[in-house]
């Protein structure tokens, strides 16, 4: 009988890996995930969210899915498909390729992602001190979730096609229809 063997990667060997790649890699707990490549309706939803909450954002930095994210308390790095910085990059002393103070995190959902953003990787991103809104964008429907933080914790909103979706700490929003309009020409 053979037994798989199990590797666990330092933070250095995951850059290494990062560096020479071309695919991106998660990094969690001495563990290395490829991520999955994106259809061009997942890229086309990730451009027009960074475009129309740019345009709400004044101020802050848009950031694409080439930045790495550093969750401190937890560990992962990852890179979501688009971030916002309102304020200077923090960075990691080990990682300067990688930013410890988002302010918001869009993450297109896909059908091999979507619980995965939905749970575990919300929750990581949850323990980022400076984030102040996970806005989670559906490849199933019009649908936009906002997780934002709050003085009880965290609030989670879901908002449909007509509706307007709001980042209540920062006074801004996106529009879904607008957000998914981007989808009708292709």
């Known amino acids: 009988m053979s037994t798989a063997r199990q590797l666990n990667y330092s933070y250095e060997d995951y850059l ?21 490549g994106g259809s061009p309706e997942r890229g086309a939803l990730a451009l027009r969210a960074a475009r129309v909450l ?55 959902t896909s059908p091999s992602t979507e619980a995965y953003d939905r749970g575990e990787k919300l929750n990581h991103y949850r323990q980022l001190e400076k984030l102040e809104a996970i806005v989670l964008v559906s490849h199933r429907e019009a649908r936009i979730t906002v997780v934002e933080r709050s003085a009880d914790g965290w609030r989670h909103t879901d908002y449909v096609a007509g509706e307007r979706a709001l980042l209540s700490a920062r006074g801004a929003g996106l529009t879904v229809d607008d957000v998914y309009a981007v989808l009708a020409d292709l």
């Open 54 to 108: 740019g345009d709400a954002l004044p101020g802050c930095t848009p950031l694409s899915s080439d930045v790495r994210i550093h969750v401190g308390a937890t560990g992962l790095t990852t890179y979501p498909d688009v971030s916002f910085c309102c304020g200077k990059l923090e960075r990691t002393l080990i990682d300067r390729q990688a930013i410890t103070n988002p302010t918001v995190v869009v993450e297109v």
């Open 16 to 36: 290494r890996i990062e560096e020479n790649s071309p695919v991106r890699h998660e990094y969690l707990a001495g563990e290395v995930y490829a991520m999955a």
